[in-house]
């Protein structure tokens, strides 16, 4: 049974890159994620980042002039891979 309280969309993989995602553990510079579905909630996608169940992550976008674009948690994590793991984020309204 799903849990969700909002519908995921699913999307053709969306590629973009982050100037900077700032873990709890470390900061990675330009890294790209695919995202694959998204709500008003989470979002599912895939990196290259080994980020640890229940971190909280920060999506960053200097180049623009936002320092803070959106934070969220990592509410799971499946590697698919040598260095490819997909995730389960969830969205944290207030950036913190």
Not at 29 to 54: K, Q
């Amino acid at each position: 049974m799903d849990k969700r309280q909002h519908e995921r969309t699913s999307i053709e993989p969306l590629e973009m890159v982050f100037d900077e995602i700032e873990g709890n553990h470390a900061k990675h510079e330009n890294v790209t994620v695919f995202i694959e579905n998204v709500s008003s909630e989470g979002m599912l996608f895939t990196s290259n980042v080994d980020f640890t169940t229940n971190e909280s992550i920060h999506f960053h976008l200097p180049t623009i002039g936002i320092f803070t674009l959106f934070s969220g948690k990592i509410v799971w994590k499946k590697e698919m891979g040598v260095d490819l793991y997909q995730y389960g984020l969830y969205i944290c309204k207030d950036n913190k």
